[in-house]
């Protein structure tokens, strides 16, 4: 083959990457691989546990040196099939993507050993290890890429994954559930993908880099704002914002514990990184516009939530109100809007996270030592289990948000940052959801834990374990010992969670890691 | 749809539509075509080859579970983006060799193992979802993997007959 005489440099990225740059990529190559090949040994059921578990460790390892190099060299970039952007796809790791991606695995981590001891032989054998995988694909996919259409790409890789693990076990209420969560994913996924089109339409290029150095262009010829209500829209619905948000309560509460912990922890949160991602970084003055109207969402989101949480019997719908007093939160951030206010939104997401999960995996656990999902039946968990109760307390403390555990910091972040600009009712909002959310949780301790237990109608047969499981205590211990760290030692996140916010209020260094010699023609 | 007409045709259409798909896939590099398309029509000639024999036969034909033909692919995908690591070129980068068998020069790309793992993986899928469909009652859910295989007596087993006579 003749060498072609064109200069290559004006299509292709002619420097060879550094090693380190494979660090965008290799968490969702890592985790598409480990998928498959635990597709290839589908019989072996065995071998899933090490092989997923590996996959997670080196997985955790990975997103945790992306997060050190971005935060000591600023965003990285890489392209795929070296075409230059906006043409070729680029996958772009900032603080805010590298932050949510290593906590999100840290979590993935914690779920996948406590399936361990989950889920059953036939639940491995349906797939529930490479589905956990490949949904982990598309959440590191989400958190990383750098284009707005690869983005609804790894949105779909996730929805089809959770789709699999949410219909485990093929009940009919599973069916149920998951048919509710189907069709509304769905038509916000498609929402989103309309918004995309709309968007390419108006831009021409779908890199986010590209679209935020753009976008002071088109402010006055172009209906941005009709745009961006389109992408709140879509991303609310996949958030769990009131009141597009009765999918939630509707499907949560089906699947077996561990889906439920990876979703309350994880799904929701790439709807809202998403939120901030498009809102606060390419479209600021669009979402000042909208402001009021996310803020009313924000607040009603919150109350409405936590007075759900307090009405609930069922402890996997109540954490699931809790997640959406969550979702409440950081959608206030989104609505104020300051770098203050986002860091408070990235540091309530990644504590959410984190507590999320533990609050979902805790009620498990709970259910299986009490024999009861009600807490009309439950009882006497303190005296069974002091260790365990003790970490529940902990979580409690922390998603009400109270000192001295995690959930405190954000709270306090968006608190002063919604009084800051003068949005005292948002901050009432705030105060008031997490004063019911104390309620509904400290009413959880005293009839599930405090209460003597009584002789109640079981709906399972509670097991008899003098010691808890390894594969229960460790990723419950650990998930709440993180709580309680981030809640005594909080500066590191504090100021991670603000330079991330930063970097989307100046997406600068963003665009500069997109197109080194400048912004595309 | 258990004729004899079928019964005689589809194991020579199956073996054509095999030979068409893998056609179908390697002219895809340069002309319409790819392992997509060529992936569907591997997948419609299992499809038709399961409608004339049963599921189990194309089971016991294709050897391995489709769920796990799918793995392989997605896997050999995966790994083709990952050679370009070796090369000091970004992920997915189409890296190509020319070596000289029996004369000809033959370019050999990770683009083309990308395609053939697109190829499984769409084999795989669209056969393990044909295959759940044409599953009759009668016979074990294996699709869902819930049981070891167990054998079926079926009324109609095709083509071994003669042997009996003997």
């Known amino acids: 083959m003749a060498a072609p005489s064109t200069d290559l440099s004006a299509a292709l990225v002619l420097a060879a990457p550094a090693i380190a740059d494979w660090l965008v990529v290799l968490p969702v190559v890592l985790m598409i691989g480990v998928g498959a090949l635990l597709m290839m040994v ?21 997103d945790a040196a992306l997060l050190m190099r971005v935060s000591i060299q600023g965003p990285v970039t890489m392209v795929m099939g070296r075409w230059l952007p906006p043409f070729g796809i680029a996958f772009t790791a900032d603080l805010f993507g590298s932050l949510m991606a290593l906590v999100s695995a840290v979590v993935a981590l914690a779920a996948g050993v406590f399936a361990l001891r989950d889920i059953d032989a036939a639940g491995r054998r349906y797939g ?8 982990m694909a598309g959440v590191s996919g989400a958190f990383l890429t750098g284009d707005i259409f690869n983005l609804y790409v790894w949105f779909e890789v996730l929805l089809i994954s959770s789709f699999g693990l949410l219909i485990l076990g093929s009940e009919p209420e599973q069916i149920d559930g998951a048919l509710k969560y189907a069709v509304l994913n769905l038509i916000g996924t498609t929402l989103f993908l309309i918004a995309v089109g709309y968007l390419y339409a108006i831009f021409g290029t779908l890199n986010m880099a590209d679209i935020a150095g ?3 262009g088109f402010r006055e010829t172009a209906p941005l704002v009709t745009l961006t209500a389109l992408f709140i829209l879509a991303f609310a619905m996949k958030a769990a914002a009131f009141p597009v948000n009765f999918w939630l309560p509707a499907s949560y509460h089906t699947p077996r514990i561990v889906v439920s912990a990876l979703f309350g922890g994880l799904l929701t949160k790439v709807g809202i990184y998403a939120l901030i991602r498009v809102t606060v970084m390419l479209f600021p003055v669009e979402r000042e516009e909208l402001s009021f109207v996310v803020a009313i969402s924000a607040a009603l ?31 206030a951030g989104v609505a104020i809007g300051t770098p203050a206010a986002v860091s408070g939104s990235i540091l309530y997401a990644l504590h959410s996270v984190v507590t999320m999960t533990a609050l979902y995996l805790m009620a498990g656990e709970a259910a299986r030592l009490g024999g009861a999902w009600t807490l009309s039946a439950l009882g006497g968990l303190y005296r069974r289990a002091p260790g365990f109760s003790a970490a529940s307390l ?3 403390l922390a998603a009400a948000g109270l000192p001295p555990l995690s959930g405190l910091w954000p709270k306090l972040v968006l608190l002063k940052a919604s009084l800051d600009i003068g949005a005292w009712w948002l901050a009432a909002a705030i105060l008031l959801s997490a004063f019911i959310v104390t309620m509904a949780l400290a009413r959880v301790f005293l009839l599930a834990y405090w209460r003597p237990r009584s002789e109640p109608v079981l709906e399972m047969v509670p097991e008899l374990v003098t010691a808890i499981d390894w594969r229960i205590a460790w990723p419950l211990g650990c998930l709440t010992a993180l709580s309680i760290f981030f809640g005594l030692f909080p500066e590191t996140v504090l100021d991670l969670s603000q330079r991330a916010a930063a970097g989307l209020a100046e997406p600068s260094a963003y665009i500069g890691s997109v197109f080194p010699g400048g912004a595309a023609p | 749809m258990n004729t004899l007409i079928l019964r005689t045709v589809a194991p020579v259409l199956t073996a054509l539509m095999l030979l068409f798909s893998v056609f179908v896939l390697l002219r895809g590099h340069n002309e319409p075509g790819g392992g997509f398309i060529g992936g569907l029509i591997a997948a419609s000639a299992l499809a038709i080859y399961g409608i004339a024999f049963g599921v189990s036969a194309v089971r016991r034909a294709i050897r391995f579970h489709p769920m796990a033909i799918a793995g392989a692919g997605l896997l050999l995908a995966a790994l083709s983006g990952l050679i370009s690591i070796f090369a000091g070129v970004p992920f997915m980068t189409g890296l190509w060799i020319y070596p000289e068998i029996l004369g ?21 899928a669209i056969t393990s979802i044909a295959l759940a469909l044409e599953q009759e009652e009668t016979e074990p859910a294996e ?11 079926r009324p109609r087993k095709p083509a071994h007959k003669p042997k009996e006579r003997g």
Do not use: C, W
């Open chain 1, 42 to 62: 589908r019989k072996s059921v065995r071998l899933h546990g090490t092989i997923a578990i590996s996959g997670l460790v080196l997985l955790v390892l990975l």
């Open chain 1, 128 to 135: 529930f290890f490479p589905f956990l995988m490949l949904l």
């Open chain 1, 214 to 216: 753009k976008a002071s």
């Open chain 1, 301 to 331: 989101t919150m109350v409405i939530g936590a007075l759900g949480a307090l009405a609930q019997n069922d402890l996997r719908r109540l954490v699931g109100y809790v997640v959406i007093v969550g979702i409440g939160n950081m959608l």
């Open chain 1, 394 to 396: 902990a979580l409690f």
């Open chain 2, 104 to 124: 000809v020069e033959v370019p050999v790309a990770t683009v083309m193992s990308f395609d053939i793992g697109v190829y499984l993986v769409v084999v795989g």
């Open chain 2, 143 to 153: 699709a869902i993997g819930e049981q070891p295989l167990v054998r079926v007596k």
